[in-house]
Each structure stands twice: as C-alpha cells, then as structure tokens.
C-alpha cells in the first residue's frame, strides 16, 4: 500500500478539522445522540460512504475532543511538574497560561466537550476521568513545588489546584468578548495567570537557598525592620 503523500495527509487533517467545527454546532444544537454522521457529512460536503474515509463514528469525535483537551494537557501538566530547568514558580505560570490558551484556541469545542461527558464510551470516559487526575496531581505538585523552593503563600495545596484549574476552564464561557477581544488566545493565557496566580506567588523576592531557611531570613530581615522603626519612633 503506498503510503500517503504530503498533500493527502493535508487534506485528511483539514476534513478533520471541518468535521470537528461542524460536530461543535450540531452537537451543540442537536446532542451527540440527536446528530446523525449523515447531517456530518452534508455539513462538510461528504456523502454517507465518503465519512467513513475520515472517522468511523460519533465516537471519533468524542475522542478527539478528549485528546485534545484533556489527555494532551495532562501530558503537558505532567512534564512541567517533572522538569527541573525552570523555577517552580514559572513552571506553576506556564501551566495555567497554556491550559487557558488550548481553551482559548477552541472555547465552542471546550465547551462541547464539558456538556458532552455522558455521552462518552466507558472507555473513553475511563481515560478522561484518569487525565483529569493526573491533571490535577500535576497541578497539586506544581504548588507542593513552589511552596518548597519558598515562592508560594501558604495556600492550602488542592484548593488552589482546583481554583487554577477551573480559572482556565472557564476561558471558554467568556472569550472572546464579542466586538471588543484583541486579545490572541496566548495573550489570553499569559495575561489569565498573571491574574490568577497573583494571590498564590509570594509578593516578594525569595532569599537563596531551601524554603525553610529562607523563610527566617525574610522573617529576621522583618524584625530588624521593625526594631529600627520602634528606635526611630522613640527617638
């Protein structure tokens, strides 16, 4: 079998997309089990014979929101909280800014996939279900990370994953403003976890070394502080 060519693998992946974007309105109108793969192929110009090129069911859909949003960012998720080349604090950063930027990108198709959950194969639901625990571990480890290294609050750790998690979640409900939204979906991203981790990142530098002993730098730079402006008031 010869194996496809540039141009084939082109068009199959934009078939694709153009299924998706038809799937995101007539799911959303109709319900997975109200939509036939007939209404998905005149929705894209395919007969009923020529879908099946592209997916073999309902289903495929379903797993491609699946992996597009939830098991891909708990790939990601997972590899920030392993890497060791950057803060925690940025790794922290950059988990929530790329989760609210793959929201950004698609939030109609983010949103299919939340109002969709129970229409998943037990399958596909058991991997769903399982991505978005690791999701939350890696959210979890990230913060446990971040309070070690001495540049996070002292957050109760699964609350604040939660809270960070759903932030980006929530992307979809609200971008883009409609007629007012410059904003590109990583600008988006960028700007949601700077607003979201303002009141989980410490507020002021950290002093070298682990945690703990930077911690009673900081805290003895306090009290001689307030010990000079205790002698200058008496003065």
């Given at each position: 079998m010869a194996?496809?060519?540039?141009?084939?693998?082109?068009?199959?992946?934009?078939?694709?997309?153009?299924?998706?974007?038809?799937?995101?309105?007539l799911f959303a109108r109709q319900g997975v089990a109200g939509t036939s793969l007939q209404e998905l192929a005149d929705a894209v110009g395919l007969t009923r014979t020529g879908i099946y090129h592209?997916?073999?069911?309902k289903e495929d859909i379903l797993e491609q929101l699946v992996r597009g949003f939830t098991l891909e960012?708990?790939?990601?998720?997972?590899?920030?909280?392993?890497?060791?080349?950057t803060s925690a604090a940025e790794r922290l950063h950059q988990a929530v800014a790329s989760m609210a930027t793959r929201v950004a990108e698609h939030p109609k198709r983010f949103r299919l996939l939340l109002t969709n959950e129970d229409s998943f194969p037990e399958s596909l639901a058991r991997q769903h279900r399982s991505a978005r625990r690791a999701t939350l571990e890696a959210m979890c480890s990230l913060i446990d990370q971040c309070k070690r290294?001495?540049?996070?609050?002292?957050?109760?750790?699964?609350?604040?994953?939660?809270?960070?998690?759903?932030?980006?979640?929530?992307?979809?409900?609200?971008y883009p403003r409609s007629g007012r939204d410059r904003l590109t979906p990583v600008q988006a991203?960028?700007?949601?976890?700077?607003?979201?981790?303002?009141?989980v990142l410490g507020d002021?530098?950290?002093?070298d070394g682990p945690a703990v002993p930077a911690a009673l730098a900081?805290?003895?730079?306090?009290?001689?502080?307030?010990e000079q402006l205790l002698a200058e008031t008496d003065s």
């Open positions: 194996k496809p060519t540039i141009r084939s693998a082109g068009r199959h992946d934009l078939v694709l997309e153009q299924l998706m974007e038809a799937a995101e309105t592209y997916i073999s069911g960012a708990a790939e990601s998720l997972g590899e920030l909280a392993e890497s060791t080349e290294e001495g540049s996070c609050r002292p957050v109760d750790t699964e609350l604040t994953a939660f809270a960070l998690i759903g932030t980006a979640n929530w992307v979809a409900f609200w991203g960028d700007q949601l976890a700077d607003i979201a981790l303002e009141g002021r530098p950290n002093a900081l805290l003895k730079e306090d009290v001689a502080r307030l």
